[in-house]
């Protein structure tokens, strides 16, 4: 089809534009390796094939805002199909081939249809950007965003939308002249459609449009594809590498070398951070799906997840030759990317990380700025200090005395490991339910229910200490290597069948965690144990007849996967179980993880506690359950403000409550 000049001009464009094409990838491509080393390749076949399972179904993106991601859906799979369609078009341009009819009818039907749902889907999804703008597409006024972004990703999404456009309508256009040259195909609907518009033109017309649409649809390649490796468009393909090597539980921090004396800690400028952090900047789709999720954000705090990777990636666009040399950035993350309130601001709930559609994990790019803050610079919030001293001093961040902590169990009949040394279950039970008054009922709750069983079972008592969760979230890993160096002894020596917890903070760190220092054990929340006890009929109940709510605590559910156990047994009691409209996977906070509970609340339009009370209330439930001290507490708090509050009781006082003899 094309003339010899033009075979000639377009090899001429397509070296030139694969030269800048390939200088920018490349300096992408190194400006990632600058991140410190990570290992993420274990299992690799298994992660390609869990990768390509969501890339093909797109079912991380169908997580949220459906219509959204059909018109995503649309221009994706259209794209795909563009691979093999710009092949054939370019063979047809350069070469005596017709790819029509025989054969090819199939692939004639199946690009005219993806043609016409791609244009659906971009215009879709820029009328919703430019004319809608709902938004998902705006920060509030104290979220901390690096000074190219806010016109930045409009002109951006502006020239990657224009692009798809105008390749595809080219391509449409080109087809179109061609069949008003040679008349109708019905594997061609679309195009033929459109053909019968151009019918009047002259021969010589329509071989020019035939012609000046196919360099519209493949010339625009050869034009984009410079821009490609700094347009948001690269997470076409960063987005699948990203799935491919995110972790199966980001919230399962890796220990620090912390013997390394001119070791830096945690993460101040873009190179502290690992290549995966860097890998999610240029992955990000910029959807702010994370920072719809987020409760800092929801409830008008400083924090937003997506400003923190966009504000990332627009830093790197802007240094990149000299980054991806090996120069020093310059200029710190709390310069560009965070501040002090959005620092610390974050719960760790994971909801950022769950609801990515293409696996990025800002939660994680928080803590390593806080490690970096708290190890390198000794700077936090006042209030933590009080925390930390607890922990370092007493084993627990109330700070009272360890000969205190069985002290919650007087009257009771608690075995304690020096009286049963090889128990078949150790209830580790926690600090909020050693020391904290309204806590501690859950653990005589948990001693009726384990005497009520039959189980062999004890507790550390004394010589049990915080897992360090907090000191972990806050930044201070010198504190929980202590605490977990010292816990895992004491277990190690103990050597427990099963660990029983009623805290899902300490069955985090205690399943997940701390394998890292030498202690592999077997960890289950008391929700898993009480519903075993159930189904096993080791204890029975009387049933209640009150409405209940169940409030899905982050690191039960999104870190850990566990959402019907506590349903089970809410059921098990006879309960009526009303669910919230966000639950199990899209659950909201409470408020008190990542060491919120030990410091006050950043200033924000309602406390994060609040919000989610005011929605656990509408169900009209007589009961809010928990399954976490923690979340009971902060529900308690808006609770005593609250003249016509529902109860609040843990699984465990719920079934005791019933247990019959």
Not at 195 to 216: D, K, M, N, R, T
Not at 327 to 338: N, T, V
Not at 607 to 621: D, I, M
Not at 643 to 653: G, I, Q, R, S, T
């Amino acid at each position: 089809m094309l003339t010899l000049p033009e075979k000639i001009l377009f090899l001429l464009l397509a070296a030139a534009s694969l030269y800048y094409a390939y200088t920018g990838f490349r300096r992408v491509y190194l400006a990632i390796r600058r991140g410190r080393p990570e290992d993420r390749f274990d299992r690799l076949p298994e992660r390609v094939g869990r990768a390509l399972w969501a890339v093909l179904t797109q079912e991380t993106v169908f997580k949220r805002r459906p219509l959204v991601s059909l018109l995503h859906a649309f221009v994706f799979y259209g794209f795909v199909y563009y691979l093999l369609v710009n092949l054939v078009d370019l063979l047809e341009g350069y070469f005596p081939l017709h790819a029509q009819g025989g054969l090819w009818n199939p692939y004639n039907l199946l690009a005219d249809f993806l043609t016409a749902l791609i244009l659906v889907g971009i215009l879709g999804l820029m009328l919703r950007r430019y004319w809608v703008a709902p938004k998902d597409f705006t920060w509030n006024p104290k979220v901390p965003l690096h000074e190219g972004v806010r016109q930045g990703i409009p002109k951006d999404s502006a020239i990657v939308g224009a692009f798809i456009t105008f390749h595809v309508g080219s391509r449409l256009l080109s087809k179109a002249a061609g069949l008003a040259q040679e008349g109708p195909d019905p594997f061609q609907p679309v195009a033929s459609a459109l053909a019968q518009a151009l019918a009047g033109l002259s021969p010589s017309a329509l071989v020019f449009i035939e012609h000046l649409f196919w360099w519209g649809a493949l010339g625009s390649i050869l034009l984009f594809l410079p821009y490609f490796p700094r347009s948001k468009h690269i997470h076409l393909f960063m987005a699948p590498l990203n799935l491919t090597f995110r972790k199966e539980k980001p919230g399962a921090l890796l220990p620090l070398d912390l013997e390394k004396e001119e070791e830096k800690f945690g993460a101040e400028k873009l190179e502290d951070l690992s290549w995966k952090r860097l890998l999610d900047a240029y992955a990000c789709i910029m959807c702010n799906r994370c920072q719809e999720a987020c409760p800092a954000y929801t409830t008008g705090k400083a924090l937003s997840p997506a400003a923190i990777l966009i504000s990332e990636r627009y830093e790197l666009n802007g240094i990149l030759k000299d980054f991806a040399a090996g120069k020093e950035s310059p200029r710190p993350l709390m310069d560009f990317a965070l501040n002090e309130e959005a620092l610390w601001a974050c719960t760790t709930c994971m909801a950022c990380v769950e609801v990515c559609p293409v696996g990025n994990e800002p939660m994680l790019h928080i803590l390593d700025v806080r490690r970096a803050k708290v190890l390198m610079e000794g700077e936090f919030p006042q209030e933590l200090n009080n925390a930390f001293r607890g922990m370092e001093r007493s084993g627990n961040p109330w700070g009272i005395g360890q000969d205190k902590r069985l002290d919650w169990a007087e009257g009771l009949s608690v075995p304690t490991v020096e009286e049963k040394p090889n128990p078949e279950v150790l209830y580790w039970v926690g600090c909020a339910p050693s020391y904290d008054p309204r806590a501690q009922k859950i653990a005589r709750s948990m001693v009726e229910i384990l005497n009520a069983s039959g189980v062999d079972w004890a507790v550390l008592g004394r010589r049990e200490k915080c897992t360090g969760d907090a000191a972990r979230r806050a930044g201070n890993e010198y504190l929980f290597f202590q605490l977990a160096t010292e816990n895992v002894e004491t277990l190690n020596q103990v050597a427990p069948k099963t660990i029983v917890t009623t805290c899902p903070h300490c069955f985090h760190t205690l399943a997940n965690e701390y394998k890292d220092f030498g202690g592999q054990y077997r960890v289950v929340h008391h929700s898993e144990f009480i519903a075993e006890l159930l189904r096993s009929g080791r204890i029975k109940v009387s049933e209640e007849t009150r409405k209940v709510v169940f409030h899905d605590p982050c690191y039960l559910g999104r870190h850990n996967g566990v959402y019907e156990a506590p349903r089970e047994v809410l059921k098990g009691v006879g309960l009526a179980l009303a669910e919230p409209p966000r639950s199990r996977e899209r659950s909201f906070c409470c408020g008190a993880g990542g060491a919120q509970f030990w410091k006050e609340e950043e200033p924000g339009a309602m406390r994060v506690s609040q919000n989610r009370y005011l929605e656990l209330k509408a169900t009209g439930a007589e009961v809010i359950a928990t399954g976490c001290p923690f979340c009971m507490a902060m529900m308690n708090v808006e609770t005593a403000q609250d003249e016509k509050a529902p109860e609040v009781l843990d699984l465990a006082e719920l079934v005791a409550k019933g247990l019959k003899a």
